[in-house]
């Protein structure tokens, strides 16, 4: 007896799940080198590296290039804690920094920038307004007390340009200033943003493998904060981290560029993933902001943003709404209503604009205390 077909009655087909992007990592470090590798390191113009061995087989133990990466691999947590890794870039031959990191970003993702070597001041300045500007981070170290004199000095016109994405280091033992700055990069560029209370300050912080800058002073000490640099100094006879805010604190840039990156690849991937369309509707708005909440309550669970007052001038949406809802949950979520959209605007399949405020949850770096006495 012949038989039919299910499928006059039934048919199924399967719709495979869309590609979306990876996560954003800024935990990733970039060593730019001025040494020559051996040939083992390859021809790829980069190498990753997950500890100092492979390291050493490349450049030597008695290199520059060794000495601070191991201090990269020393500190606990480094990179590594927020799934980064080491990426090593040999210059090229009288290469500015500026050309180097514009060559390196096509070539390997990587978010922290360390060199052994020193730039010069315009290079410095050159190259910090593209990574600022690409939400990365380049830790240069200096020992010379000219490089804090205002207006002048590099450290000084840093702070004055807002280059937010470079941060000054200063250290006044020449020979062991990079072993500073490697240690310090990897232990800021060591947070794991998808856990609980994860995110840090580098103040007071303890560096692996770094002693207690010598020629720090109370002085010398206050010159850095105006300037804008962080430093490792004998604090009551503890070597610790002691951080300048004057290009803002570290950790509200790497904080916010992480993010940045985050909120990007959310609204991305919504797109992107959905094996049909998001509607130009509210609904379809919503499917959108969700994207963004999620980020927003992950910054909460991790500890960068927190409920508190909104203390800025700049209102949107119902400021009403805006200011109880960071006075409750930490962040507020925006986005005009689908009627009030432009037209061409509509046409061209462009969503509302999407307007987002966070509270930071800070950080605490000094106390003071008053104690009353009743004899």
């Excluded at 001025?34 to 083992?40: I, K, L, N, Q, V």
């Excluded at 606990?76 to 927020?82: K, L, R, S, Y």
């Excluded at 072993?179 to 947070?191: D, N, P």
């Excluded at 605007?345 to 949850?361: F, G, N, S, T, W």
């Amino acid at each position: 007896m012949a038989e039919l077909s299910i499928t006059n009655v039934v048919t199924v087909s399967v719709s495979a799940p869309q590609k979306g992007l990876s996560a954003y990592n800024v935990n990733n470090i970039a060593l730019f080198t001025d040494e020559t590798p051996e040939g083992s390191f390859g021809a790829d113009g980069y190498k990753i590296y997950k500890g100092i061995s492979d390291v050493i087989t490349d450049f030597g133990s008695d290199s520059k290039t060794v000495a601070m990466a191991t201090n990269i691999f020393l500190q606990t947590p480094n990179m590594q804690n927020g799934n980064g890794y080491l990426v090593i870039i040999p210059l090229k031959q009288d290469e500015t920094l500026a050309v180097a990191y514009a060559r390196a970003k096509g070539l390997v993702d990587f978010c922290g920038i360390e060199a052994t070597k020193a730039f010069e001041d315009a290079d410095v300045l050159a190259a910090g307004a593209l990574i600022t500007a690409d939400r990365k981070l380049y830790f240069p170290v200096y020992s010379e007390e000219t490089a804090l004199t205002a207006e002048t000095g590099i450290i000084a016109k840093v702070t004055a340009q807002k280059l937010t994405g470079v941060r000054c280091l200063f250290y006044t033992v020449a020979a062991d200033a990079n072993k500073y700055a490697a240690a310090y990069v990897s232990r800021a560029l060591s947070t794991n943003f998808s856990g609980s209370n994860t995110v840090q300050t580098m103040h007071l912080k303890d560096l692996a493998g770094v002693e207690a800058d010598k020629g720090m002073t109370e002085t010398l000490l206050q010159k850095c904060q105006t300037a804008g640099a962080d430093v490792y100094a004998n604090i009551a006879g503890v070597a610790k981290v002691f951080c300048s805010g004057a290009n803002d604190f570290f950790d509200n840039v790497y904080n916010l560029n992480w993010f940045v990156g985050q909120v990007e690849v959310a609204l991305f991937n919504r797109l992107a993933t959905v094996s049909t369309k998001i509607p130009q509707t509210e609904a379809g708005m919503s499917l959108l902001k969700e994207s963004v909440e999620l980020i927003c309550q992950k910054a909460i669970n991790n500890g960068f943003v927190a409920a508190g007052k909104w203390n800025s001038a700049d209102l949107f949406g119902n400021p009403e709404d805006l200011r109880r809802c960071v006075l409750d949950y930490g962040y507020y979520i925006y986005s005009q209503p689908i009627v009030e959209q432009d037209q061409t605007e509509r046409e061209a399949r462009q969503a509302p604009l999407i307007q987002v405020a966070i509270k930071y949850a800070g950080a605490i770096h000094k106390v003071n205390a008053i104690l009353y006495i009743n004899k």
